[in-house]
């Protein structure tokens, strides 16, 4: 059964930067993405990018503007977003999931989310 | 990139019917067979209700159906149960790597 478990929970100020980890286990294949999703309070999902754990491609969203960076270490089986510059609206819940490789698949497995606070 | 459409709420009593809908565009709902919904409850991570337009995964009753028209999708509860109310976002693909979710809806059994 495949688990995402998440960590990095962390109180920013402004301008500085925060890495969040997501850990896969169980997964059937050794090459899956790992997408990042986050949720800001009472808002809705927002698609953050991804990575492809076997060739280490990754996509971010065009929102972010060259600010997340995802990488993975496979010794770790552990898949890392690194978001600079933050400002107050970065503060959100951070969701690390997972699927099956192609376009159509859903994100079937969800990590538990980690809070991240951007304050002063 | 710009979110996928939901109305902000929808309601229901127990036992009716709600229909949610989830419009983007050609490059994105309208071009691929890639919808999915999730059910997201207080504190919970969201939980996969739909995908690839109206497939359920295990577990998920029939009374959660899907369709698609043109850049437009829907998911429909029947048979509404007071464990339906809860947040659901849909989603797609976008093309080029890339995904797109809806700003929600918030469903509430009356």
């Known amino acids: 059964q495949v688990q995402l478990v998440q960590s990095g929970a962390d109180v920013k100020t402004p301008g500085a930067s925060v890495t969040v980890s997501c850990r896969a286990s169980?997964?059937?294949?050794?090459?899956?993405?790992i997408h990042w999703v986050r949720q800001a309070p009472g808002q809705g999902l927002e698609w953050m990018g991804w990575?492809?754990?076997?060739?280490?491609?990754?996509k971010a969203s065009q929102n972010f503007q060259g600010r997340v960076t995802i990488t993975w270490d496979t010794s770790a089986s552990t898949a890392y977003m690194e978001m600079s510059s933050l400002r107050s609206r970065d503060t959100a819940l951070y969701y690390c999931?997972?699927?099956?490789?192609?376009?159509?698949?859903?994100?079937?497995?969800w990590g538990q989310g980690i809070v991240v606070t951007v304050s002063s | 990139q710009s979110a996928l459409t939901q109305p902000p709420s929808a309601s229901g009593s127990p036992g009716q019917s709600v229909t949610i809908s989830c419009t983007g565009a050609?490059?994105?709902?309208?071009?691929?067979?890639?919808v999915s919904w999730y059910q997201q409850h207080p504190g919970k991570a969201p939980k996969l209700m739909l995908f690839?337009?109206?497939k359920r995964p295990s577990g998920v009753p029939d009374r959660f159906s899907g369709s698609k028209s043109g850049n437009t999708a829907s998911l429909t509860v029947s048979g509404l149960q007071v464990e339906d109310e809860a947040e659901y976002y849909c989603?797609?693909?976008?093309?080029?790597?890339?995904?797109?979710f809806g700003g929600g809806t918030k469903v509430t059994v009356l």
């Open positions: 990575i492809n754990t076997g060739n280490g491609h990754t």
């Open positions: 169980g997964h059937p294949f050794t090459t899956f993405p």
């Open positions: 999931a997972t699927k099956a490789m192609g376009p159509n698949s859903p994100f079937d497995v």
């Open positions: 989603s797609s693909y976008a093309g080029s790597d890339n995904w797109v």
């Open positions: 690839e337009v109206s």
């Open positions: 050609s490059s994105d709902v309208g071009a691929y067979d890639s």
